[in-house]
């Protein structure tokens, strides 16, 4: 049989079409990858899930452009039922989780959508407030995925590929690929609002003063576009009703705020030192790496960025470094830390200074090089400070 029958008869259903607003879907996912849960008892299955929802997602779309429409539609009642499931795997009683991610790792039996939904209802306590609190969603969330089944199941002669696509079928596309749309800003929507059975992260630092108060928080927050167009602000202000997400704010609420500046350092690794009084202000709401990093800044006005972790965690200012390339590489971090001389060894077009705090290695970075006063007031500011913090933990722990 010739390649070139194959390849008539593989295409002679199969109708491709373009997603004009594909960009877009794809950049709107990102509020999606970024909600990363920091959630320790359910760290890597829930985390696990929410990439594996995006990514059904992202399938659909592709899938959907090259033609294969059933298997689109599939895909998004996938990223539906994957975000049900992390739902009742992250709700259900500790007991009741083991023995069922247990099953669900080894593909023993393990409930459907309705049966989850209806374990849930019994044992979640999270799922049932919010299934309390928000009808509206849920039921939109039932509808689609009913209608997401009649692709699936290929349920209407408008579902079969050799009607849709038969050549003496010549209506227009623009409305097959509407309805298209519609179910994936659907199937988006239900995948956002089931990662916050996790924790409520992603709609709790939408809040500026919570965001301000809250610890580095792996997650970031929905933007305001995202919920808009995905969730709608009605189905938001339900879920901020329920228990969890009301007692996760007020045991933030009551933290001192941050600055901007400090929260810069933080989140971003960012320090203005031109904000240098605000930071040191507030160095007590920042990790001791955070710390070290913006007082050996402050020490030095010669220091461009810092380094710690190994090189593998790097802290920038508002100065330029010389240094034109934009990697690093941890061998070198390395190399620096062992060297004999670790003041002002050479990095490309700039220098990298090595220090031993807490028993661990930070770099400073300089396009000038350090004078013995640049290190004695370096050390000096870093040692006192920690010896201070640790003294002050000390007494703290004897009262």
């Not at 623009?174 to 956002?192: C, D, H, P, T």
């Not at 190994?310 to 470094?321: F, Q, V």
Request: negative net charge.
């Amino acid at each position: 049989m010739s390649d070139g029958y194959i390849e008539w008869r593989k295409n002679e259903n199969i109708q491709p079409v373009i997603l004009p607003n594909k960009r877009k879907f794809y950049m709107d996912l990102i509020n999606i990858e970024q909600s990363w849960s920091g959630r320790m008892d359910t760290w890597s299955t829930g985390n696990t899930f929410i990439m594996e929802a995006e990514q059904q997602l992202i399938n659909a779309m592709e899938l959907f452009e090259q033609g294969y429409f059933d298997s689109a539609y599939y895909s998004l009642r996938s990223a539906v039922d994957i975000s049900t499931t992390m739902a009742f795997l992250s709700d259900m009683p500790d007991e009741d989780r083991d023995i069922f991610l247990d099953a669900w790792k080894e593909t023993k039996d393990f409930p459907m959508q309705g049966q989850m939904i209806k374990q849930l209802s019994s044992k979640g306590n999270v799922f049932t407030d919010m299934m309390n609190k928000m009808p509206t969603f849920f039921e939109r969330a039932k509808r689609l995925s009913s209608e997401l089944n009649k692709y699936v199941h290929k349920q209407g002669f408008r579902h079969f590929y050799i009607s849709r696509n038969h050549p003496l079928n010549n209506k227009s596309q623009e409305n097959f690929i509407k309805n298209f749309q519609y179910y994936l800003r659907m199937s988006i929507g239900v995948v956002a609002v089931m990662r916050l059975t996790i924790d409520p992260f992603p709609v709790l630092l939408m809040d500026e003063e919570i965001l301000y108060r809250c610890y580095d928080s792996m997650t970031d927050p929905y933007s305001e576009d995202f919920v808009d167009e995905y969730i709608g602000q009605e189905t938001i202000d339900a879920y901020k009703t329920t228990v969890f997400y009301q007692s996760n704010y007020d045991s933030f609420i009551t933290e001192e705020r941050k600055t901007p500046a400090a929260f810069n350092v933080v989140k971003h690794q960012y320090i203005d030192s031109e904000k240098m009084d605000e930071l040191l202000q507030q160095l007590p709401l920042m990790t001791l790496d955070d710390i070290i990093s913006v007082l050996m800044v402050y020490a030095c006005e010669k220091v461009v960025k810092t380094y710690c972790c190994g090189g593998l965690a790097m802290y920038y200012t508002e100065k330029n470094s010389n240094r034109q390339a934009m990697s690093w590489s941890g061998i070198d971090f390395k190399n620096f830390a062992g060297a004999e001389e670790r003041i002002n060894q050479p990095y490309d077009e700039a220098y990298i200074s090595a220090f031993l705090f807490d028993g661990k290695p930070y770099f400073v970075e300089h396009n000038e090089p350090l004078n013995p006063d640049d290190v004695s007031r370096i050390c000096g500011i870093v040692i006192g400070a920690i010896s201070k913090m640790f003294k002050q933990d000390e007494e703290c722990g004897d009262q």
